[in-house]
């Protein structure tokens, strides 16, 4: 069983959700939108957008909003291969960058701003595991993380 962010392959297995969360911009934290609560991704469409070549093109591309609502593609800016890499560029004002609403929270930092992005779809996290094996086990935990995941902000009742 695992833990899965959507969109990716699901394809042999089973899923259920557990948990959506918004996504945001991370921009320097003296940059003009840094001090909005959100923006739409076309506001920051004129920025380089970190990315990583390690990815899936169609991970990459779900990640990046592209093509963005008005059909235009990212303004692609370096790429990184870790968190903290990325983040130290996004301070320095080398680019921005979209993530979860979580990561925002775990990686805040006086440097860097973290602004909700309000036209995309948000992360979406399900619990998937191969289909076939529903071991009484394997019922067992996903009813938990089901009966979990209701009780949390953020769980798969909230859109």
Do not use: I, K
């Not at 779809?121 to 009813?143: H, I, K, M, N």
């Amino acid at each position: 069983m695992a833990f899965v962010w959507l969109p990716n392959d699901l394809t042999g297995l089973r899923s259920g959700p557990v948990h959506t969360e918004p996504r945001v911009v991370g921009l320097p934290s003296g940059h003009v939108p840094a001090g909005r609560d959100e923006v739409s991704v076309l506001d920051v469409g004129d920025e380089p957008l970190m990315w990583t070549g390690r990815a899936p093109r169609e991970w990459v591309d779900w990640w990046a909003v592209n093509p963005r609502p008005d059909g235009s593609s990212p303004r692609w800016g370096p790429t990184n291969d870790n968190v903290e890499e990325m983040l130290e560029q996004v301070a320095e004002g080398s680019a921005t960058c979209f993530a979860p609403m979580s990561m925002a929270r775990y990686y805040a930092r006086p440097d860097l701003a973290w602004v909700r992005l309000t036209d995309v779809e948000p992360l979406r996290t399900v619990l998937a595991w191969v289909d076939g094996t529903d071991s009484s086990l394997v019922r067992g935990f996903a009813r938990v993380v089901r009966e979990l995941a209701s009780a949390a902000p953020g769980g798969p009742d909230q859109r």
